[in-house]
């Protein structure tokens, strides 16, 4: 079985996030979407916890697709996996160079996962979760940047950090 994991922080989960999701698990056999903590970013806006529920939310369609959380290194992690794929989305110039540097040092952590990069759709070049919180801390409409389940939650969110 080819496994693939998609890794990130998914602070909350977007239409771009969702779109990669949905690609992947037609590649895959089975697509883990792990969550994780990334201490490079401002802090989260939700719980581990409150992403993992909202990702099994917004990817209970998706028979071959399941939610995990992960505090740690993406390396390590992989292990459980017989040669995994991570799955990475790209945007832009800026995430190629900053995706290529992780997956050189995942590979030298752990030389049997691959990294499989996917372009971002057309109209998912833009999202990012970082400007969805933005648009949403400001009461902006969120319907084009992310799944509908999770709009008002996000939007509450938003207006306790406020």
Partial sequence: MKVAIYPGSFDPMTLGHLNII?????????????????????RAMFTPEQRVD????VTAHLPNVEIDY?????????????????????????????????ASINKKLNPDMETMFLT?????TFVSSSNVKEIARHGGDLRDFMPRELIDEVTEMARKEK
């Fill in 22 to 42: 949905r690609r992947a698990s037609r590649i895959f056999d089975k697509v883990v979407v792990c969550i994780m903590v990334n201490g490079s970013k401002d």
């Fill in 54 to 57: 909202m990702a099994r939310r």
């Fill in 70 to 102: 992960y505090n740690g290194l993406l390396a390590e992690y992989a292990r459980r996996f017989d040669h995994p794929v991570i799955v990475k989305g790209l945007r832009a110039s800026m995430d190629f160079e900053n995706e290529f540097t992780m």
């Fill in 120 to 124: 971002a759709s057309d109209k998912y």
